[in-house]
């Protein structure tokens, strides 16, 4: 069962602009993931946010969550066109052991 | 640099064969999973594993088997193939103690 759903689901701009991808969960949540798939590949994980962090960073990256509005936000800065990818958000199933994911957004960064 | 890997990447099977997908990694994680994924369907999990002979079901287990012989091995079997499992399999694995995954590049099966 899918936890998180993200929006859009496609999302094309300019290399050197910001690019913000939301993710929409339904359930209490200890933590929430950001993952990178690169076509036709494995995905690759980029950040974790616990659910008593309101904001983090990393690189380019910035990650807000709202647990009030069980939400999540993915904002790459000054995007580069290899950040052309999918983007998933993941939170953890019932069983604990398991991420559910959602269905990504595509985006798109051309030069 | 710590792998999953999924030796085959490409894989084209007859309907109602057996299909073995393999997948193996080096870094001692207790959990191991077997995700498919479809356009417009995202990633579905089909099994996982948290212990050398133990595995429980996911959400889309029906017409897979898995296998956990060894620590470091996760085999995804369909005991009869059938056009409607061409996919993209992958498999991931995860320490116990942390919660990220590390993802295999993926098999992509198709079931002719």
């Known amino acids: 069962s899918q936890q998180g759903e993200e929006d859009p689901q496609a999302l094309s701009i300019q290399e050197g602009e910001n690019a913000t991808m939301n993710c929409s969960y339904k359930?209490?949540?200890?933590?929430l993931q950001w993952y990178r798939q690169n076509s036709g590949r494995g995905l690759v994980h980029l950040i974790l946010?616990?659910?008593?962090?309101r904001e983090k960073h990393s690189g380019r990256l910035r990650v807000t969550l709202d647990t009030s509005k069980k939400s999540s936000s993915l904002l790459i800065t000054a995007s580069r066109a290899a950040d052309t990818a999918s983007y998933f958000c993941?939170?953890?199933?019932?069983?604990?052991?398991?991420?559910?994911f959602g269905k990504g957004t595509s985006l798109l960064v051309t030069p | 640099d710590v792998k999953v890997t999924q030796s085959l990447r490409y894989l084209v099977k007859r309907t109602g064969e057996k299909v073995f997908l393999e997948c193996v990694q080096d870094?001692?994680?207790?959990?191991m999973f077997w995700y498919r994924q479809d356009p417009g369907l995202g990633l579905r999990l089909i099994y996982f594993?948290?212990?050398?002979?133990?595995?429980e079901k996911g959400d889309i287990p029906e017409g897979y088997s898995v296998s956990r012989e060894k620590k470091e091995r996760f085999s995804l079997i369909l005991e009869s193939a059938s056009t409607n499992q061409t996919s993209m399999y992958l498999c991931?694995?995860?320490?116990?103690?942390?919660?990220?995954?590390?993802f295999g590049s993926g098999t992509r099966l198709t079931v002719v």
């Open positions: 991931a694995s995860r320490s116990g103690g942390s919660y990220g995954y590390t």
């Open positions: 359930t209490s949540i200890n933590n």
């Open positions: 993941a939170t953890w199933a019932n069983s604990g052991y398991a991420l559910n």
């Open positions: 594993s948290y212990d050398v002979k133990m595995k």
């Open positions: 946010i616990r659910s008593n962090e």
């Open positions: 870094m001692d994680h207790e959990n």
